[in-house]
């Protein structure tokens, strides 16, 4: 269990989603459905993982979310404040959303504007016509918050993939989000990139409340949310958390998703050996191994 989750306030919603549905038109005006009907809502400081096959409509959702379009039925409610349906909103409520809501991209090299780290992260505070002390302040909180203070003065494109996008995170953050999305944004990394960012998605989440949507390929990533939402063919298609979902493996495998490795791993070893306890809460890859050495030391086994 994660140490603050019993401090999540399930009554409030942060942000509700009702019946949402929205279609693309190609060239010759055919509408295709990416999303339909789908309405969920999440708490504020609740870590939600959005897994779906490609084409399942994820990106779309967080463009709906961040009003970057807006639905063609349906309603989103932000802290209760109906904040986008089909009605054309006015700039004001999407600037505010947009700053309520952050969003980080794939890849980084779309999100990074400026040359030197600290001037990237200033950008948005600067353009909110925030102070240039309180910009001062942000940047050097929110370069601490991602682990990337001592990289202040470095030039943005020198950076790893992995620092790249904690310096976008650091962008979003310094705009004071209340909730950030993070579209598939560890895709493009390498596996200790991956291992920063979501170590600097868990802190956010953890230390500073922020509410995270995690659109994620990665079954292990999802595992450390709170919530897995599944979105297949632009439907929801199941919501629980981790160990509900992926205790359906069947389930998953059916809209072309799998379990994740460590999770099927000690399934298959509680079924195996006699005594061996699946824990109550799923593992990454390396506390995956440090359970099952604990387990195997309980029960006397020997795991050469
Ligand atoms: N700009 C677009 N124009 C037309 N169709 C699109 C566009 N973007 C996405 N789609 C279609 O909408 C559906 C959902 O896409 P998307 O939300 O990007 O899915 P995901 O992020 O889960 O891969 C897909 O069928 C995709 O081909
Ligand atoms: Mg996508």
Same mark, same amino acid.
């Given at each position: 269990?994660k140490?603050?989750? $019993?401090?999540?306030?399930?009554?409030?919603?942060?942000?509700?989603?009702?019946?949402?549905?929205?279609?693309?038109?190609?060239?010759?005006?055919?509408?295709?459905?990416?999303?339909? $009907?789908?309405?969920?809502?999440?708490?504020?400081?609740?870590?939600?993982a959005?897994?779906?096959?490609?084409?399942?409509?994820?990106?779309?959702?967080?463009?709906?979310?961040?009003?970057?379009?807006?639905?063609?039925?349906?309603?989103?409610?932000?802290?209760?404040?109906?904040?986008?349906?089909?009605?054309?909103?006015?700039?004001?409520?999407?600037?505010?959303?947009?700053?309520?809501?952050?969003?980080?991209?794939?890849?980084?090299?779309?999100?990074?504007?400026?040359?030197?780290?600290?001037?990237?992260?200033?950008?948005?505070?600067?353009?909110?016509?925030?102070?240039?002390?309180?910009?001062?302040?942000?940047?050097?909180?929110?370069?601490?918050?991602?682990?990337?203070?001592?990289?202040?003065?470095?030039?943005?494109?020198?950076?790893?993939? $992995?620092?790249?996008?904690?310096?976008?995170?650091?962008?979003?953050?310094?705009?004071?989000?209340?909730?950030?999305?993070?579209?598939?944004?560890t895709?493009?990394?390498?596996p200790s990139?991956r291992r920063d960012v979501m170590k600097?998605i868990q802190?956010?989440?953890?230390?500073?409340?922020?509410?995270?949507?995690?659109?994620t390929?990665d079954m292990s990533e999802a595992a450390l949310a709170?919530?897995?939402?599944?979105?297949?063919?632009?439907?929801?298609?199941?919501?629980?958390?981790p160990?509900?979902?992926f205790?359906?493996?069947?389930?998953?495998?059916?809209?072309?998703?799998?379990v994740p490795q460590s999770v099927?791993l000690l399934?298959?070893?509680?079924?195996?050996?006699?005594?061996?306890?699946?824990p109550?809460c799923i593992k990454d890859a390396e506390e995956c191994a440090e359970y099952i050495?604990?387990?195997?030391?309980?029960?006397?086994?020997?795991?050469?």
């Open positions: 269990m140490e603050n989750s $019993g401090s999540i306030d399930i009554k409030t919603p942060f942000i509700e989603v009702r019946d949402l549905a929205f279609a693309y038109e190609d060239a010759d005006g055919r509408r295709h459905e990416a999303l339909r $009907g789908v309405s969920l809502s999440i708490p504020k400081g609740q870590f939600v959005v897994l779906g096959h490609n084409g399942s409509g994820k990106s779309t959702f967080a463009k709906l979310l961040n009003m970057i379009l807006l639905p063609d039925k349906g309603e989103i409610y932000v802290d209760g404040e109906l904040v986008s349906s089909p009605v054309e909103p006015d700039e004001d409520t999407i600037f505010a959303v947009r700053r309520r809501i952050g969003m980080v991209h794939q890849n980084p090299d779309n999100q990074i504007v400026a040359s030197v780290v600290e001037e990237d992260v200033a950008f948005g505070p600067e353009n909110l016509g925030v102070a240039p002390d309180e910009i001062r302040r942000r940047v050097d909180a929110s370069l601490d918050a991602v682990g990337m203070r001592e990289y202040a003065l470095a030039t943005t494109s020198h950076l790893s993939g $992995g620092q790249k996008q904690r310096v976008a995170v650091a962008g979003v953050i310094a705009m004071l989000p209340e909730c950030i999305i993070f579209d598939e944004s895709s493009m990394l390498d990139g600097t802190y956010l989440n953890r230390e500073r409340g922020i509410t995270i949507i995690h659109i390929h709170d919530r897995v939402v599944v979105l297949s063919d632009g439907e929801l298609y199941l919501d629980g958390t160990d509900e979902i205790s359906r493996p069947d389930k998953l495998r059916a809209v072309a998703l799998d099927s399934h298959e070893l509680a079924r195996s050996v006699e005594g061996f306890r699946v109550d050495s604990m387990e195997f030391d309980r029960l006397g086994i020997s795991a050469r």
